[in-house]
């Protein structure tokens, strides 16, 4: 930075807002000075002092500026305009400092709720579920950092709300309405005793694909004060109904679970135990409505082949209590 004016002195400081700057050298009319490389993002007063106390100050003298963010992907891609959902953000230069205005992200202009700084290269939000602007198709993502002139950077057509059609047929031991176990979760929840099996057909091409991260969300009945008690229950899922593989297994015995966000569960001191307590800041998506558990399809004990699988099968292995199931959800 050159500092130009009058009457400087040798041996003089100089300042942001309080913040020291590195100065070099005090001429009569000129200084020399270095800004801290991590100075915050804002409008700043420059203060320079000279040896015998005397400072001047010149108001707005400088501007620091946060970087233009760059995003480079989400998580998921797609989702429905049904329920709430919870987005991961990757890129790189993300600030959550700076004056004035707030770190923010929107899709298409319409705000992201509880955007939440985890470094430079990830951000977590909401997408608003029913907003009126939100209509189906493809979105923009724009992501602001903090400070003077708004960087913004954005990626185009990276986010996508859909919506889908499910087919359930039920067999065997049914506790409820068997179509509650289609669509969004809704907290309508479906038993399955004994014998019972539910299909869930989301159509072909429209069903469960191994991508980046997690594939597919089974929801359960939410207990009162938030999260589950996870019940037995296998889910396979298959694309011509004749062979089917498992992506989940929790029926009591190790080794049936793994890809998921509650694998510490299956290997805890219990094990997989039926009931077995799970709080809803593990389970998808947080905070709401927070009964999900997500799975990595690619990373299950044994994992299907390639494919799109648009059969998702519910069983009982088993057990004293029934499995509730309230949706099966993919990521498209």
């Known amino acids: 930075m050159t500092i130009g004016g009058q009457n400087f002195q040798a041996g003089c ?169 289609g669509g969004p979760p809704d907290d309508a929840v479906v038993g399955i005793n004994g014998t019972g099996v539910i299909t869930i057909d989301f159509g072909v091409g429209q069903g469960i694909t191994d991508g980046s991260g997690y594939d597919m969300v089974f929801y359960e009945r939410e207990v009162p004060g938030g999260g589950i008690n996870l019940d037995f229950i296998t889910i396979t899922i298959s694309s011509d109904g004749t062979t089917w593989y498992p992506v989940f297994v929790w029926d009591g015995n190790p080794g049936g679970v793994s890809g998921t966000n509650i694998d510490g569960y299956a290997i805890d001191g219990d094990g997989e135990a039926e009931n077995e307590p799970v709080p809803a800041s593990v389970l998808y998506p947080s905070p709401y409505p927070g009964t999900g558990i997500a799975i990595d399809i690619g990373s299950v004990p044994s994992p299907p082949p390639p494919g799109n699988y648009h059969l998702v099968r519910l069983e009982y292995p088993g057990g004293t209590d029934a499995a509730e199931v309230d949706a099966i959800q993919p990521f498209y």
């Open 13 to 181: 400081s100089a300042s942001l807002n309080g913040v020291s700057l590195a100065v070099s050298n005090c001429a009569p009319t000129t200084i020399l000075a270095s800004v801290p490389v991590d100075i915050v993002a804002g409008y700043y007063d420059l203060t320079v002092t000279n040896p015998d106390t005397q400072f001047g100050v010149l108001t707005n003298a400088y501007t620091a500026t946060n970087p233009i963010p760059v995003i480079t992907a989400v998580e998921p891609m797609t989702w429905f305009n049904t329920i709430d959902v919870s987005l991961t953000i990757h890129g790189n230069d993300f600030r959550d400092s700076g004056a004035p205005g707030a770190l923010r992200a929107d899709l298409n202009g319409t705000s992201l709720l509880t955007v939440t700084y985890v470094s430079a290269t990830e951000l977590r939000a909401r997408v608003p579920s029913n907003s009126a602007s939100m209509g189906l198709g493809a979105y923009t993502l724009n992501v602001t950092n903090p400070g003077p002139t708004d960087p913004t950077g954005s990626l185009a057509n990276t986010f996508t709300i859909g919506t889908y059609a499910t087919t359930v047929t039920c067999g065997g031991t049914i506790l409820g309405t068997c179509a509650d176990a």
